[in-house]
DNA sequence: TTAGGGTTAG
């Protein structure tokens, strides 16, 4: 009986204020909403946001909700939340679109405290329209047992056949890995909406069942760029590019979305060639790139190494709407303009990071490394341990090799000691290939040979390699023939190799040896392969 | 029974 009364009384004093918010003028209501609609930036937005409370509509619920959605739009929750918490008796309808602001933009623990809130503060229950965006948080954080009992709350709510509901339930178990369950609910809907479908194909990319998720695309009774974008993604990170590009030239229309999904796959996949002419395609069209786009053409660029197209490409971006501030452009502009050799803009991008990280001193580092700046390699690896950074097995690779580029033995010496004795990490082949190096180019022939032969782990071409090369510097007619032999065997068919004993054989005025090498390699149809650059 | 709130892709 209390119960009753009090949730009487409460709904009874929700009606009261909604009913007795007197608009000053339905006019002027409709103008701000109008007004509202129309609002493209979070500025135009807090310029409306005091028309509103000057003209008296804070309270207004309709112009209220509008507002919160816009705070979402605009990625502002706590924005919304200022504004909701002046409101004197939001209904349920206000409270969703507050949830949906924090779904969105909040950490999961402050949108399920919300959540709670809702319940406990607001007079109805929550709907069909509250679950939604709470599901979706709980999918972004991969929050397996909240999520579950989320849903337990929607069955209780008798809320489960809501087409939205169902679809973020299907999001949120295909995106945490449970198919099965995300199948079940997919399969016994009586309808299902585009964006159904494109969550059931998106749960099988992830899981990385792509023929699955093909199955889905192609029984789809209608189709949008998502749809297409989904699936080329996943044929991208799977390395399949044919079948991304066949989808991508039946994308009716491409958005940004699927431009970057062709770039920056074929970027990953070493096909850096490729990746510039689906951008210049997108760039002749006029459609304006975002940051992942932007991320793979610099990519691309690296990879390519041409000093020419990174300047474009920095101009591009200078001149772009793109944030260059965001970690990851700024990460990828420096490891573009280190590995094109424009040294003083990766280093003055490097210095406007407040909190630089592992990846961008390693891009840097390397960049010094490359283009022959040893000392200034090792200064910043000093500097980043001062800072307290922890250098992982990639960091050790680049200083390694930067040290042994610049000759620095000792340093090099103290580095991998460093990294194996304090940090604990087990040298990796491409480790011992950089201290063979080292050795070999100091002349320390002997040293690098003991060290390859002691190695734990199977040592790869690169380090023979190395090794051989040093041979040829030092003029070490016994052990280079020693070394050669065994990379013959690892890869018979690198013709640089022979090329190098050749020239050991050379400077040592050994022209039998040269000659009978060369008929060696003419008898395994073996051809020295033209010098090749990008550059 | 005005209006206003929800789900999918890096």
């Not at 749809?227 to 390395?239: E, Q, R, V």
């Not at 491409?254 to 062709?262: E, L, N, P």
């Not at 260059?324 to 094109?340: E, T």
């Not at 690779?397 to 580095?415: D, F, H, I, K, N």
């Amino acid at each position: 009986m209390s119960v009753l009364l009090r949730s009487f009384s409460t709904a009874a004093a929700t009606a009261v204020a909604v009913s007795t918010f007197s608009s000053p003028s339905s006019s002027s209501a409709l103008s701000v909403a109008a007004l509202l609609i129309s609002c493209r930036s979070l500025r135009s937005l807090e310029q409306i946001h005091a028309r509103i409370i000057r003209k008296g509509l804070e309270q207004h619920p309709v112009i209220a909700t509008r507002f919160l959605s816009f705070c979402a739009a605009f990625s502002a929750p706590a924005y919304a939340s200022s504004a909701f918490d002046r409101l004197s008796a939001p209904n349920l309808i206000v409270w969703n679109a507050l949830l949906a602001a924090h779904a969105r933009h909040s950490p999961l623990p402050t949108t399920v405290a919300l959540f709670n809130l809702l319940r406990r503060r607001c007079s109805l229950p929550p709907d069909a329209f509250t679950f939604p965006s709470l599901l979706s948080s709980c999918s972004h954080s991969v929050a397996l047992s909240l999520g579950s009992s989320v849903h337990a709350t929607i069955l209780r709510c008798g809320l489960e056949a809501d087409v939205f509901v169902r679809t973020a339930l299907i999001d949120f178990y295909g995106n945490s890995g449970d198919l099965a369950s995300a199948r079940s609910l997919f399969d016994e809907m009586p309808k299902r909406n585009v964006v159904t479908w494109n969550a059931m194909i998106d749960g099988y990319v992830k899981s990385g069942d792509l023929v699955t998720a093909r199955q889905i695309f192609d029984k789809m009774p209608e189709r949008n760029a998502v749809s297409y974008t989904s699936l080329i993604d996943g044929y991208a990170k799977a390395g399949d590019l044919a079948s991304a590009r066949v989808l991508f030239e039946q994308l009716p229309e491409r958005d940004v979305f699927s431009w970057s999904a062709m770039i920056s796959g074929y970027a990953q996949n070493g096909q850096p060639g490729a990746a510039l002419k689906i951008f210049l395609e997108m760039y002749n069209q006029n459609i304006k790139p975002d940051e992942f786009v932007v991320v793979g053409l610099m990519s691309a660029c690296s990879q390519l190494g041409s000093l020419t197209l990174a300047k474009w490409v920095d101009l591009y971006v200078t001149r772009s709407s793109i944030d260059l501030s965001k970690a990851h452009v700024l990460a990828a502009s420096i490891d573009m303009n280190s590995k094109c050799g424009n040294m003083e803009r990766a280093a003055s991008l490097f210095e406007s990071m407040p909190n630089k990280d592992l990846i961008s001193y390693c891009s840097l580092m390397q960049g010094y490394s490359l283009h022959g700046a040893g000392d200034k390699a090792m200064g910043l690896f000093r500097q980043m341990l001062e800072e307290g950074l922890m250098p992982d097995s990639i960091t050790f690779t680049v200083v390694l090799a930067a040290c042994s580029r610049a000759g620095l033995v000792e340093e090099g010496r103290q580095c991998f000691d460093l990294m194996t004795n304090e940090h604990l990490i087990v040298p990796s082949p491409d480790h011992y290939a950089c201290m063979v190096d080292l050795l070999g180019r100091a002349g320390r022939l002997t040293e690098a040979y003991e060290l390859i032969r002691s190695m734990p782990v199977e040592p790869h071409a690169g380090a023979w390699g190395a090794l051989l090369g040093a041979c040829r510097i030092h003029g070490d007619i016994s052990l280079g023939e020693t070394i050669a032999r065994k990379l013959f065997e690892i890869e018979p068919t690198n013709a640089g190799n022979y090329v190098l004993l050749s020239n050991i054989y050379a400077v040592a005025d050994r022209w039998a040896d040269v000659s009978e090498l060369r008929t060696l390699m003419r008898g395994k149809g073996i051809r020295k392969v033209p010098g090749f650059t990008w550059i």
